[in-house]
């Protein structure tokens, strides 16, 4: 059983920073690929960043040069520093991650965390 816990959302305005947190716990042999996904009001969740356990990363399009995704893997963590952020990024950001257990791989997901950017 894994549980992924996220943190750092909040409401920022228009132009201002934030850096999401999120932790994976319980028990798993390992993690390998981790990533952020969002979901706005009224619209399917989607993609916004992901990162391997060598850290090759990817982007939604929206997001580069914005947003930058890391992971420090003693801690089990990743993280998604939010820079510039527009009214548009306002949803549930989500933490996922592709976990390796007895049962073998599985993708596990966090509660979401809210971001709101005001104009």
């Known amino acids: 059983q894994v549980q992924l816990v996220e943190s750092g959302g909040d409401l920022v305005q228009a132009g201002g920073s934030l850096r999401l947190s999120c932790a994976a716990s319980?028990?798993?042999?390992?993690?390998?690929?981790m990533g952020w996904y969002r979901q706005a009001p009224g619209k399917q969740r989607e993609y916004v960043a992901t990162i391997t356990t060598g850290g090759s990363t990817n982007y939604l399009d929206s997001v580069k040069g914005r947003f930058t995704i890391s992971r420090d893997n003693a801690k089990n963590t990743v993280y998604l520093q939010m820079n510039n952020l527009k009214p548009e990024d306002t949803a549930v950001y989500y933490c996922?991650?592709?976990?390796?257990?007895?049962?073998?791989?599985?993708?596990?997901w966090g509660q979401g965390t809210q971001v709101t950017v005001s104009s």
């Open positions: 319980g028990t798993f042999f390992s993690i390998n690929a």
């Open positions: 996922n991650a592709r976990v390796v257990g007895r049962r073998g791989v599985n993708d596990a």
